[in-house]
């Protein structure tokens, strides 16, 4: 690894402060779970200063605010699995998290970091998409927000400045009608990143009719996004067995007019399909 300055601030504003005067050779640590595997590897784009921002408490912590549900970005995947909070109001990103590395990646990753790196296998973002997360960016010239949706430019690239720290990801709760599920398909069962993912969002009527669907694959489309052509399948209907096949298609449709047919298409074009049956069955 290549000689570098670390810096340890222990405010935002100083975190700022720091990110502003070193300018793009500077990058944020938090867990260090992608950074510091980038960072060894042979012929890596060095970074002159690493910010360290573990020590800044107000970045830690999961939260009720009104109808929403507040999560900052130092919060470890561990933690989230174990949040009462997202068990209630956000049970598809639990089950998320409870799939990614193994307990010593969920007890030393974060969310924040898994959001900025934006891998296309990155899990909490398929669920985060599907909640309508909004994030906020903080630097030196201010803060902004930004919809999760319209956050991602495409693997590793996103909209974020260089100087630009993650601080809140926001999100309405889901109503106690809701039911919802993350599937993550692998290589393996465990230590294994998706090579495919879909979380999806129920809501039902009491007459047991859908008036909310949402579906978001993972490592499927050039970046994240809900599939309406298949959302609108299950929209006032009740559901069945046919529909979630019918709404499995469509998102198989909707990859291929995204991606054309590729090597890979063989393969994910049916198995997209099935995970997104399994993953509405899993809401009903
Ligand atoms: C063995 C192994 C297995 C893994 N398995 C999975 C898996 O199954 N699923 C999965 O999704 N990921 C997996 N990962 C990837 C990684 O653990 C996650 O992406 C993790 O959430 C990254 O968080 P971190 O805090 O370690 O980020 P860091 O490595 O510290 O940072 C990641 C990136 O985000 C930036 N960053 C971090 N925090 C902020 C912030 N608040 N504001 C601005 N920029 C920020 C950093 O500058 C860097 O670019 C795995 C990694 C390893 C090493």
């Known amino acids: 690894m290549k000689p570098f300055e670390y810096h340890s601030p222990r ?7 720091l990110l502003a005067e070193i300018g793009a050779d500077a990058r944020i640590l938090a867990g260090g779970t992608d950074v510091l595997v980038e960072m060894r590897k042979p012929g890596s784009s060095s970074s002159k200063a690493v910010v360290d921002i573990t020590r800044i408490s107000s970045l830690k912590g999961i939260e009720e605010s009104g109808d929403e549900i507040v999560i900052r970005p130092l919060t470890t995947h ?7 909070i997202v068990e209630q109001y956000a049970p598809l990103l639990k089950s998320a998290v409870a799939g990614i590395g193994s307990p010593q990646i969920r007890n030393r990753g974060t969310v924040g970091g898994n959001i900025m790196n934006a891998a296309a296998c990155a899990d909490t973002v398929p669920p985060l998409i599907a909640l309508n997360a909004k994030i906020k ?3 030196s010239r201010g803060d902004r927000t930004v919809e999760l949706s319209e956050f991602f430019l495409k693997p590793y690239a996103t909209v974020a400045q260089r100087d630009e720290i993650l601080v809140e990801i926001r999100f309405p709760k889901l109503p106690s009608s809701a039911r ?5 398909l692998g290589r393996r069962n465990a230590l294994s ?3 495919l993912s879909v979380a999806a969002i129920m809501v039902k009527t009491e007459a047991g009719v859908v008036n909310d669907a949402r579906i978001v694959t993972g ?3 050039p970046k994240w996004q809900r ?3 298949a959302e609108h399948v299950l929209l006032g209907q009740k559901p069945s067995r046919t529909l979630f096949d019918e709404a499995g298609n ?13 090597w890979s298409t063989e393969y994910k074009e049916p198995v997209i399909a099935v995970l997104v049956r399994r993953a509405l069955e899993a809401c009903k």
């Open 137 to 139: 960016l903080l630097s």
């Open 219 to 221: 490592a499927a489309f």
């Open 11 to 17: 405010s935002l504003p100083e975190a700022c402060a």
């Open 193 to 195: 990143i998706a090579r």
């Open 227 to 229: 599939v309406p052509e």
């Open 250 to 262: 469509k998102v198989s449709e909707a990859l291929i007019s995204f991606t054309g047919r590729r």
């Open 78 to 84: 561990a933690e989230i699995l174990r949040s009462k």
């Open 180 to 184: 919802s599920s993350f599937i993550k």
